[in-house]
């Protein structure tokens, strides 16, 4: 007997058994893992000698045979308490969940593992991904771990940098000639028509679930304490109905007594219609046929967990907010010069809109508050490299350098 | 009259116990679903189109690869030898 209960639709709440479904065939709804919550006999000092990776979570992970977890070593990143940058911004309590330290540079690490692990406990020859350029280098990475075949579905316009890093590890990359929701599409007809795993959409039941351990790390890390507040920036979406799911499920077993937080969803204009759909109080996602920001990792026209994102907001108090390019890039240097942290474009959108948060009054100094920065920086220095001041240049001489010292 | 052929997500074909690929004559989407409906079963509408009569948000319909949110809904009008894929709508990670 295994620790999965059952998959539950999360619109018509139809069970069923933890087998290769990706949606309710009764009503098209995503599918939500459920376990056997009273046998999990997680205390606080459980935890003390549990592998510093996300797999120290592994009984709320949906694998049931452990020697098919595939691990590289992600997760269980650090949490850094803010100083500087919270005093830049007025903030007091203001923590960094700092993913861009994973084996492959971005959050993506955790549900990539999980993906793959239970492509490997379905059996699968083959995996893959529909991928803005993070999860590419991520399912990658497990796949040649694993010995699996890896097929990346990328849009056009992808990092150059994101390219490359997926490439190493040796999978076959197909660019599609659309955005990133075609690139999606197509995944989806290869995933079905040559079974392949393609890990965020015919396995994703259980690939969302390796993002929740986001949220069980933060809890740990502030000493199994729910923090007041949580920035994260949205694409799909996925990443904050998980981190959500995760809270909820270690208040069902009793390690944290409200799993209460107030979450604010961070886009990029442009590519934003998750925000778009806060701000006029609609329950439904318009989509964006051609995304343009800079946060391409976020450019997702289409969010799949969209309108799951606006209720959580909603119920839990929360804001939206779109930046400019503009603001994401000064978002990133402000991250990297107050906290020596290089994010992707993403982390600017995150710091971008917590810094219209606390402009518009819609924070408190004392919250805690954690902003979630998910790709490292490297990722997409050619898209930044335009903002950046060029380098000053000096002859060899003492003279020269004394001229810029003294600026 | 456009013959347009269909494809159903496997999950959903083998809960309806028809073929993925079908073959069908209408002259747009919402014809379309009518069609399918009498073919796979009036349930299939339930899981297609919601309370307002509008596409389920958690459903996906692409004509030739377009994806038909973009082109006039389940007005979108078909041409023979059209090709629709029906997916659930999951995009993202």
């Known amino acids: 007997m295994g620790k999965i209960s059952h998959l539950e639709c999360r619109e018509c709440h139809t069970h069923y058994p933890a087998e290769r479904l990706y949606f309710c065939p009764k009503c098209f709804g995503p599918l939500d893992v459920r376990y056997k919550y009273d046998e999990v006999k997680w205390t606080r000092s459980f935890f003390q000698n549990a592998p510093r990776n996300l797999w120290r979570y592994f009984d709320l992970l949906p694998i049931e045979d452990e020697s098919k977890v595939v691990d590289i070593g992600a997760g269980f990143t650090p949490l850094i308490k803010a100083t500087r940058l919270g005093k830049a911004l007025g903030l007091k309590n203001l923590?960094?969940?700092?993913?861009?330290?994973?084996?492959?540079?971005?959050?993506?690490?955790?549900?990539?593992?999980?993906?793959?692990?239970?492509?490997?406990?379905?059996?699968?020859?083959?995996?893959?991904?529909?991928?803005?350029?993070?999860?590419?280098?991520?399912?990658?990475?497990?796949?040649?771990?694993?010995?699996?075949?890896?097929?990346?579905?990328?849009?056009?316009?992808?990092?150059?940098?994101?390219?490359?890093?997926?490439?190493?590890?040796?999978?076959?990359?197909?660019?599609?000639?659309?955005?990133?929701?075609?690139?999606?599409?197509?995944a989806a007809q290869a995933a079905e028509a040559y079974d392949i795993g393609v890990v965020n959409i015919n396995l994703r039941t259980y690939y969302v679930e390796g993002s929740k351990t986001l949220g069980f790390e933060i809890v740990e890390q502030l000493g199994w304490q729910t923090p007041?507040?949580?920035?994260?920036?949205?694409?799909?979406?996925?990443?904050?109905?998980?981190?959500?799911?995760?809270?909820?499920?270690?208040?069902?077993?009793?390690?944290?007594?409200?799993?209460?937080?107030?979450?604010t969803a961070a886009q990029g204009e442009g590519c934003a219609p998750i925000v778009e759909a806060f701000r006029k109080g609609s329950d439904t996602i318009e989509p964006v046929e051609q995304p343009k920001?800079?946060?391409?990792?976020?450019?997702?026209?289409?969010?799949?967990?969209?309108?799951?994102?606006?209720?959580?907001?909603?119920?839990?108090?929360?804001?939206?907010?779109?930046?400019?390019?503009?603001?994401?890039?000064?978002?990133?240097?402000?991250?990297?010069?107050?906290?020596?942290?290089?994010?992707?474009?993403?982390?600017?959108?995150?710091?971008?809109?917590?810094?219209?948060?606390?402009?518009?009054?819609?924070?408190?100094?004392?919250?805690?508050?954690?902003?979630?920065?998910?790709?490292?920086?490297?990722?997409?220095?050619?898209?930044?490299?335009?903002?950046l001041p060029k380098p000053l240049t000096a002859e060899p001489e003492l003279e020269q350098i004394a001229q810029i010292i003294a600026r | 009259m456009a013959e347009v052929t269909v494809t159903l997500p496997a999950p959903l074909a083998s809960a309806l116990g028809v073929n993925r690929e079908l073959k069908i004559q209408v002259q747009n989407?919402?014809?379309?679903?009518?069609?399918?409906?009498?073919?796979?079963?009036?349930?299939?509408?339930?899981?297609?189109?919601?309370?307002?009569?509008?596409?389920?948000?958690?459903?996906?319909?692409?004509?030739?690869?377009?994806?038909?949110?973009?082109?006039?809904?389940?007005?979108?009008?078909?041409?023979?030898?059209?090709?629709?894929?029906?997916?659930?709508?999951?995009?993202?990670?």
């Open chain 2, 29 to 93: 989407l919402r014809e379309l679903i009518r069609a399918l409906a009498e073919k796979c079963g009036e349930e299939l509408v339930q899981k297609l189109i919601d309370q307002k009569g509008e596409l389920r948000s958690t459903v996906n319909i692409y004509v030739n690869g377009r994806n038909v949110r973009f082109t006039g809904g389940l007005e979108t009008p078909l041409s023979e030898g059209d090709k629709i894929t029906i997916l659930p709508a999951v995009a993202g990670g």
């Open chain 1, 95 to 186: 923590y960094i969940k700092n993913d861009t330290v994973n084996p492959t540079f971005s959050f993506k690490d955790r549900p990539a593992g999980v993906g793959v692990s239970k492509a490997l406990e379905f059996g699968l020859k083959s995996v893959g991904c529909a991928s803005t350029g993070n999860l590419a280098a991520a399912t990658a990475a497990y796949a040649a771990k694993a010995g699996l075949r890896c097929y990346i579905f990328i849009p056009k316009g992808v990092e150059p940098e994101k390219i490359a890093h997926a490439l190493i590890y040796s999978p076959t990359v197909i660019e599609v000639n659309g955005s990133y929701d075609t690139a999606n599409r197509i």
């Open chain 1, 228 to 263: 007041d507040h949580i920035v994260t920036p949205v694409g799909s979406g996925a990443m904050l109905h998980a981190i959500s799911k995760g809270l909820e499920e270690l208040e069902q077993i009793g390690l944290i007594k409200s799993s209460k937080v107030k979450f």
């Open chain 1, 293 to 387: 920001t800079l946060a391409k990792s976020l450019a997702i026209g289409e969010p799949g967990d969209g309108i799951y994102v606006l209720r959580k907001l909603r119920e839990s108090g929360g804001c939206a907010e779109d930046v400019s390019d503009l603001e994401i890039v000064e978002g990133i240097r402000l991250l990297a010069k107050t906290e020596g942290i290089f994010s992707e474009p993403a982390g600017g959108v995150v710091i971008g809109a917590l810094k219209r948060l606390v402009e518009d009054g819609k924070v408190d100094s004392d919250e805690t508050i954690i902003c979630l920065i998910t790709g490292s920086g490297l990722k997409a220095t050619d898209s930044l490299t335009p903002y």
